[in-house]
């Protein structure tokens, strides 16, 4: 099964493997803080999905030391690269003076060929911006926005906390200045239907977003999410379920569009449901095998 995925492209563009390092920028969230909301989204743990970055007490280049010793072992005898990646929280929410060495000092790495930003559509001011264009004349520079559904009513379900127009509004303006956008959506959000599910995948492949990231709904330890599973509000995705929604899902999207992810793994101290999802590998080698044979049945090439 065919598909433009993550590891493909970023040999083409770059020449070589990059394996991303997830940072930790000691920021917060407008829907933690009292701005927009204080207890974040109903599936978030308290470390902002930033449950596997580094240490956020060390500095930015100390952070990246740690992640590069994490994955020592994985790395091949081949060239690669980096992708410095600011997953916890929101990273564009604070002041230019506060950011803006922040990820100057991720770029100063020799190794590290693009910075990666996660953010929320709703924390890109005008002054933000700006400082997007600068970095980008450094080294490349990704834009993460969560979006998770185009859904209003599941997005007041899970205190997303702005409206689709935000999003859409923030996409056009980063594809304006030609700041490349991977956008998050969670496949099983409660209350949700395959075709619910398609409907925002075939949404964000139609916006002008680079690329996309396909991530199963987790139940973790200590969210609101887990008090409603725990309650029989709603039922997880079994791996049978979840691969052919996938499927679905990746066969409308457009042929051009990088598919950065097709899962996601919690962290196992406070993974809740599915317990499948916590054997990683098994998971992606039953995809990637499901996905071969429907793809020699179907006869066709995604």
Known sequence: ???????????????M????????????????????????????????????????TRSIGEQLVQAKERIQSKL??????????????????G????????????????DVRVLSIATRPDCLSEEILAMLVRLQKVKPVWMELGLQTIHEKTAEYIRRGYSLEIYDRA?????GYRIPVITHVILGLPGESSEDMLATVEYVGQNGTQGIKLQLLHVLQGTDLETDYRAGAFRILS???????????????????????LTGDGP???????????????????????????????????
């Open 268 to 302: 196992k101290k406070l993974l809740i449901a599915p317990e499948w999802s916590g054997n990683k590998r098994m998971v992606m080698n039953t995809i990637r095998q499901e996905f071969t044979k429907r793809n020699v049945e179907q006869g066709s090439a995604l």
């Open 76 to 93: 091949p005898a081949e060239p690669i690269g980096y992708i410095a990646y600011f997953q916890a929280f929101t990273n564009t929410y």
């Open 239 to 261: 791996l049978p379920e979840y691969i052919d929604i996938l499927e679905m899902c990746v066969r409308h999207l457009p042929r051009e569009m990088v598919i950065h992810r």
């Open 17 to 56: 493997k990059l394996y991303k390092l997830a940072l930790d920028g000691g920021r917060t969230c407008p829907n933690r803080d009292g701005t927009c909301g204080t207890k974040g989204c109903i599936f978030c743990s308290g470390e902002g999905a930033g449950d596997f970055a580094a240490d956020r």
């Open 95 to 110: 002041r230019v003076e506060e950011l803006e060495p922040m990820f100057l000092e991720a770029m100063e790495d020799p």
């Open 1 to 15: 099964m065919w598909y433009n995925n993550l590891s493909d492209y970023v040999k083409q563009e770059y020449g």
């Open 171 to 175: 996409v056009q303006k980063l594809k």
